[in-house]
């Protein structure tokens, strides 16, 4: 492994809601410096979902899972290219499992099936 966070950089399993939060923050930029450590270049998407656009936790909005993380400060979506191409298919399969694997071994959240783009940490029952 060429990148670590490192034990001193970033709280474990905090219990509260702003602990997780900050935990998170202290992983997304490792994450994004993985992925360029990788070849690949990103586009940004979803992080903060707010709520007056897309519902309170629990509540289905325009798209999303009505509990996800990202209504929490938690996720972020991640769109690669490479070469000045967006990653599609087996191409963003293999890219982004890649970086899955390296984000396990950091404490983040387990993959979503079908959302291969999304990483997060887990909070209760939502990731
Ligand atoms: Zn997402």
Same mark, same amino acid.
């Given at each position: 492994?060429?990148?670590?966070?490192?034990? @001193?950089? $970033?709280?474990?399993?905090?219990? @509260?809601?702003?602990?997780?939060?900050?935990?998170?923050?202290?992983?997304?930029?490792?994450?994004?410096?993985?992925?360029?450590?990788?070849?690949?270049?990103?586009?940004?998407?979803?992080?903060?979902?707010?709520?007056? @656009?897309?519902?309170?936790?629990?509540?289905?909005? $325009?798209? #999303?899972?009505?509990? @996800?993380? %990202?209504?929490?400060?938690?996720?972020?979506?991640?769109?690669?290219?490479?070469?000045?191409?967006?990653?599609?298919?087996?191409?963003?399969?293999?890219? %982004?499992?890649?970086? %899955?694997?390296?984000?396990?071994?950091? #404490?983040?959240?387990?993959?979503?099936?079908?959302?291969?783009?999304?990483?997060?940490?887990?909070?209760?029952?939502?990731?």
């Amino acid at each position: 492994m060429a990148m670590s966070l490192g034990d @001193s950089q $970033v709280p474990r399993a905090p219990t @509260s809601l702003g602990g997780s939060q900050e935990r998170f923050a202290r992983m997304v930029p490792r994450l994004i410096d993985y992925v360029h450590y990788l070849g690949y270049e990103i586009r940004l998407g979803d992080l903060f979902r707010d709520p007056r @656009s897309h519902g309170a936790l629990d509540v289905q909005g $325009v798209y #999303g899972h009505p509990r @996800s993380c %990202h209504k929490l400060k938690m996720a972020i979506d991640l769109n690669l290219t490479a070469n000045g191409v967006y990653l599609e298919g087996q191409a963003a399969e293999i890219a %982004h499992n890649k970086i %899955h694997d390296w984000w396990d071994t950091v #404490g983040g959240a387990k993959r979503i099936i079908g959302d291969l783009n999304h990483y997060s940490v887990q909070y209760q029952d939502m990731r």
